[in-house]
């Protein structure tokens, strides 16, 4: 292993490519973070409620002295264009906005995305763009770029559906001026038996750029028969907030890391309801290590 890297340095002059290889890992990182962010912090924060019975406007959710609060706004016909995350987990901001951009019929063209994570490694904003058929109404792909440490790194999504309609999987490859675009990570989604629920998702990823993909995780969950406050259906797959397509409300998350099981959790649910039937609010245990998420939901 060592002979062959100092190789691969020796015929691309040593300090030159070995640096260009750390700059390009690191920026491997911070993007497959983004892809992992929303999702991961989807599962942390539960679920919960309060309010109305209209379109959701908040969530508040408090863990022992950390707490976020999520907004949504909408547009005149009622579809989510943005969403804005405030707040602390384990003395880090959780501040994040996310803004889609949809056309008259709408379709999401782009969605832009700022983050103090982001902002920390010097990356103002990261613009997606999707591409949509129109004469099968499904979104084909994604594609967004990140510039940092000298370079430029591509990520592309690429979207399989069922014979129903629904996404089953995304395909994610990594592209730079160095080397040519590589499978990087892989989300398959399985569905309930009527449909309305995502009951399981699976990743893949490849540990080194390149290298084979390895099964990295699984969560599972189980639903009450109430209604989900939010409902983005086929977009919430493309948005990476896959809990938003549900018809119904999660109870439990299974969370199981292959990689490192000392990652593994459970989160498990109990809601109250408003007259709706929507989640007026919620207590969600993490375990381990017990850790208790008081949330609340407003609406307009």
């Not at 260009?20 to 912090?41: D, G």
Request: glycine content about 6%; overall charge neutral; hydrophobic content about 35%.
């Amino acid at each position: 292993m060592e002979r062959t890297r100092l190789k691969h340095c020796l015929n691309y002059k040593q300090e030159n490519f070995c640096e260009y290889m750390k700059r390009f890992l690191a920026l491997v990182v911070i993007l497959l973070s983004l892809v992992y962010m929303s999702c991961q912090k989807e599962i942390d924060w539960g679920l919960g409620g309060t309010g109305g019975n209209n379109l959701l406007s908040r969530i508040n959710s408090k863990t022992g002295t950390d707490s976020s609060e999520v907004s949504y706004f909408y547009n005149s016909q009622n579809r989510l264009i943005r969403e804005k995350t405030t707040g602390i987990s384990g003395g880090l901001t959780l501040d994040n906005e996310l803004i889609i951009n949809r056309n008259a019929a709408g379709v999401i063209l782009t969605t832009v995305q700022k983050a103090a994570a982001l902002v920390s490694a010097g990356i103002d904003s990261v613009v997606t763009r999707y591409n949509y058929n129109t004469s099968t109404s499904r979104y084909t792909s994604s594609v967004f770029s990140l510039t940092a440490f000298g370079f430029s790194v591509t990520d592309s999504a690429v979207y399989s559906y069922d014979a129903s309609g629904k996404i089953v999987s995304d395909v994610h490859y990594l592209a730079t001026g160095f080397l040519p675009p590589i499978q990087s990570l892989k989300n398959d989604y399985t569905y309930s038996a009527d449909g309305v629920n995502i009951t399981r998702q699976d990743q893949m990823a490849a540990t080194t750029p390149g290298g084979p993909m390895l099964p990295v995780s699984s969560q599972t969950y189980t639903y009450d028969n109430k209604s989900n406050p939010l409902i983005l259906s086929h977009e919430a797959v493309l948005l990476s907030r896959t809990g938003l397509f549900n018809a119904n409300n999660s109870l439990k998350t299974v969370f199981t890391n292959t990689a490192d099981p000392t990652a593994n959790f459970n989160l498990d649910i109990i809601y109250r309801y408003n007259t709706a039937g929507k989640p007026d609010s919620a207590f969600s245990i993490r375990t381990p290590p017990g850790e208790l998420t008081v949330s609340a939901y407003h609406y307009q």
